[in-house]
């Protein structure tokens, strides 16, 4: 494992390699072919992506937003995600385990940051993460760097994605797995009182509810 001056950023880009499973090199390899026979190109590969990821990523900043605006369904969100996710038509499908043999519901817990407490979230052991929500995670977050680093050294690695949080406040790390997912609720940025809820999520980035960052200004 490399340390910190070695990895001076915890966006590694692509995975690598050695990091990939058997199924996700095989597919890898077909995707190469597919595109070296002129099956498809990248561009349209990307395009597939940014669908898969955009939806459930727009269905998390609607639900942030929401929560922004209403205080009762705040915390009705905090208290019982699911129940309140379905009341503005946002049930995400169920959250299956990962394990084949004992496929289940995956609980998804909502937590807040406030002025006071900072929260984070990682996967130790895989990439759990609410994709129904936020779609497909970021290869940095699927990464032995940032799932290593994060638990050492988290307000050293918010640093570097250029999140300072302030000594006076916690950070607390939670770790995903594949019984428990988890979304951040960020705070509402300053000088938004007059915005609308459909403005307001635009301001909600996918690492803001990851806990890597934080919304944009207006």
């Given at each position: ?6 990895h ?30 002129g ?15 955009g ?9 942030v ?24 038509g946002?049930?995400?499908?169920p ?12 609980q ?16 130790t052991?895989c ?29 050293g ?16 790390l ?13 705070q509402r940025?300053?000088?938004t009182?007059k915005?609308s ?22």
């Amino acid at each position: 494992m490399k340390d910190h001056k070695d990895h001076p950023n915890p966006h590694p880009g692509r995975q690598p390699d050695k990091e990939l499973s058997p199924q996700a090199m095989r597919l890898k390899a077909m995707i190469a072919v597919l595109i070296e026979k002129g099956v498809l190109t990248r561009e349209q590969l990307d395009q597939e992506i940014e669908k898969f990821q955009g939806q459930p990523q727009n269905d998390g900043a609607k639900a942030v937003a929401h929560a922004w605006v209403d205080p009762d369904f705040k915390k009705r969100l905090l208290a019982n995600p699911k129940r309140a996710l379905s009341e503005i038509g946002l049930a995400p499908k169920p959250i299956i385990s990962n394990d084949p043999e004992n496929e289940h519901e995956a609980q998804l817990t909502v937590v807040e940051n406030t002025d006071n407490l900072h929260h984070v979230t990682v996967c130790t052991l895989c990439s759990c993460y609410p994709q129904q929500l936020l779609g497909r995670p970021p290869d940095w977050y699927k990464s032995l760097v940032y799932r290593s680093r994060i638990v050492r050294d988290p307000r050293g690695v918010l640093d570097e994605f250029g999140l300072h949080i302030g000594k006076d406040v916690r950070i607390q790390l939670l770790d995903s797995t594949a019984d428990l997912r988890f979304l951040v609720l960020p705070q509402r940025p300053k000088g938004t009182e007059k915005m609308s809820e459909e403005e307001l999520a635009k301001l909600v980035t996918r690492d803001s509810m990851i806990g890597t960052g934080q919304p944009r200004t207006p």
